[in-house]
């Protein structure tokens, strides 16, 4: 049984910063790809930020330079390190298996003033 548990959102000004961890409760944590996407209202989800079992990292162009994607292989947790946050971030923000149905719950980051 996979569970991602999904937390650390918030509301914060533009400029500010969030960090966001997903927990999974996976046996093979640290052979698997994880990624984080979101969805603001009204539209789809989208990818923003991918963390490999090796620790490779790739990133939407839309949050490169400003978010960081790492991994605690001790802690089978993954973070989103989100920095200077513009309202164009609000969304509900999830993590996932790559390639998988396992999805977290949601966590909702919303920016402004």
């Known amino acids: 049984q996979v569970q991602l548990v999904a937390s650390g959102g918030g509301l914060v000004q533009p400029g500010g910063s969030l960090i966001l961890s997903c927990a999974a409760s996976v046996r093979i944590f640290r052979f698997v790809s994880m990624d984080w996407s979101r969805q603001a209202s009204g539209k789809q989800r989208e990818f923003v930020a991918g963390i490999t079992g090796g620790g490779s990292t790739n990133y939407a162009d839309s949050v490169k330079g400003r978010f960081i994607i790492s991994r605690d292989y001790a802690k089978n947790t993954v973070y989103l390190q989100m920095n200077n946050l513009k309202p164009e971030d609000t969304a509900v923000y999830y993590c996932?298996?790559?390639?998988?149905?396992?999805w977290g719950q949601g966590t909702q980051v919303t920016v402004s003033s």
């Open positions: 996932n298996l790559r390639d998988t149905n396992y």
